[in-house]
């Protein structure tokens, strides 16, 4: 039923086993050549016996690496992935919302602003504009933009211009009531890309002023000189503030 192994005696086992010695009681090296899956309690093996070789972040996937340790190593997702970069959840009412340079970095190529809960103080129409990376004021002239929306009676609006101050997000005016957010996504392409104009996209839900729902469809393009580089986000309302509570979500996309 069992063996007891005298203080400073030892004896090897070789039956089933690679050669092992026990000395005094303790199993010094046991040479187990496989354990059955079966014999692997649940959680018995953590993050640390896996041997990885770096410390990871929220959102990051394990992956093959085969010259660290261990062969494995915690990474950022690629082939074309978002990932988070910030929240800002209003506690107050504010006139714009500004995403500066601290994450909109060339480490991406992409950008996407998801805006919930979308409430306004009155009703008008969503808008924005970039930054060219080391000027002191936002773009303001040269967006190319063509937006619509199909609204809740069958009917469309649409808005469009060849050369304006801003990027009209939204064809008509948003409807200024509680409980009736918009939830909108708008995309910014090529930010760092010296070579190319920044395109804009934007895709979302809305109630207009007259209580219709609209679906939005829009994009656009700000077409000013080539080899300039992009690295602030503002986001506002034609006149009024956007009010407490609306959550907008910074991504990016290498």
């Known amino acids: 039923s069992g063996i007891t192994v005298p203080t400073g005696t030892s004896f090897t086992i070789t039956d089933g086993l690679a050669a092992s010695t026990i000395s005094s009681g303790t199993l010094a090296e046991a040479r187990i050549p496989e354990i059955p899956q079966s014999k692997i309690a649940d959680q018995a093996i953590n993050e640390a016996k896996l041997q990885i070789s770096n410390a990871p972040t929220n959102g990051q996937f394990l992956s093959a690496q085969s010259g660290n340790t261990g062969g494995l190593t915690w990474a950022d997702a690629g082939g074309g ?145 080539a080899g300039d580089t992009y690295d602030r986000i503002l986001v506002y309302m034609g006149s009024g503030n956007i009010k407490a509570g609306t959550k907008f979500d910074l991504y990016g996309r290498s």
Request: charged share 20%; net charge negative.
């Open 81 to 225: 992935m978002w990932k988070k970069l910030e929240t800002q959840t209003l506690g107050s009412d504010v006139g714009t919302v500004e995403f500066s340079n601290t994450y909109i970095t060339n480490t991406y190529i992409d950008f996407m602003v998801v805006i919930s809960n979308l409430e306004t103080a009155s009703e008008s129409s969503l808008r924005t504009r970039v930054r060219k990376v080391g000027s002191g004021s936002f773009e303001s002239a040269n967006y190319k933009y063509a937006t619509r929306c199909f609204k809740s009676d069958s009917t469309t609006d649409h808005s469009g211009s060849s050369s304006d101050d801003r990027f009209e997000i939204t064809p008509n005016n948003l409807r200024a009531q509680t409980a009736k957010p918009a939830n909108i996504r708008i995309y910014y392409y090529n930010m760092f890309d010296s070579n190319s104009y920044v395109g804009f996209e934007a895709k979302g839900s809305y109630m207009n002023s007259s209580d219709q729902i609209c679906v939005l469809y829009g994009a656009g393009m700000l077409q000013d000189g």
